[in-house]
């Protein structure tokens, strides 16, 4: 799942639980943590021999929490995929071209439209892409040519993984 901070987004996965101990992977960084919830919102933490204490407020929609820890407040929200998939098509239609396309996030890929060595003009479409059971076609920004496609039709891709290389005009 993805959380807001502040600005910054992270993806958070849960990898284990036992007990008080949870293991717990922040943007690829992994952490072991001791969690006690004790009463009213307020968690115990211990991790890397020290011991923090959270207050934890739910927010009205249930993705939205206000946590106070260590004298500071920060203002957390749950992102859901419904918002994650349309901030990566706001990316995709308002940035400048790049060399590299990579997957925004896990996903099949449907159809293929362009080969090594095809030339394509901004707007064609070089393939579609499957996430969240939401099918999105990627089109180029930019004239260029195709230098390399590292995937076919049927993959499963996973986030940052480069999909297909290309050529720019100067």
């Known amino acids: 799942m993805e959380i807001q901070v502040g600005n910054k987004i ?13 293991t717990v992977d922040i943007d690829g960084k992994v952490y072991d943590v001791d ?6 919102g307020t968690c115990s933490l211990l991790y890397d021999g020290n011991s923090y204490n959270a207050e934890l ?3 009205d929609s249930g993705k939205h929490y206000r946590v106070n820890l ?19 098509r706001k990316r995709q239609t ?10 925004p996030m896990p996903c099949k890929i449907v159809k293929v439209y362009c080969k090594p060595g095809d030339a394509v003009k901004a707007g064609d479409t070089l393939f ?12 180029v920004s930019a004239d260029c040519s ?25």
């Open 57 to 59: 407020i739910k927010g």
């Open 70 to 88: 260590n004298y500071s407040t920060y203002q957390i929200d749950m992102l859901d995929s419904q918002a994650k998939y349309m901030r990566m």
């Open 128 to 139: 579609t892409m499957e996430a969240m059971k939401m099918q999105s076609n990627y089109k």
């Open 10 to 22: 992270m993806e958070v996965t849960l990898i284990g639980k036992e007990g008080n101990n949870v």
């Open 35 to 40: 969690v006690a919830m004790l009463q009213n």
């Open 94 to 103: 308002e940035s400048v071209q790049a060399d590299v396309i990579t997957a």
């Open 146 to 170: 195709v230098e390399q496609m590292l995937i076919a039709e049927g993959d499963s891709v996973k986030a940052e993984q480069v999909l297909v290389k290309l050529k720019m005009e100067s």
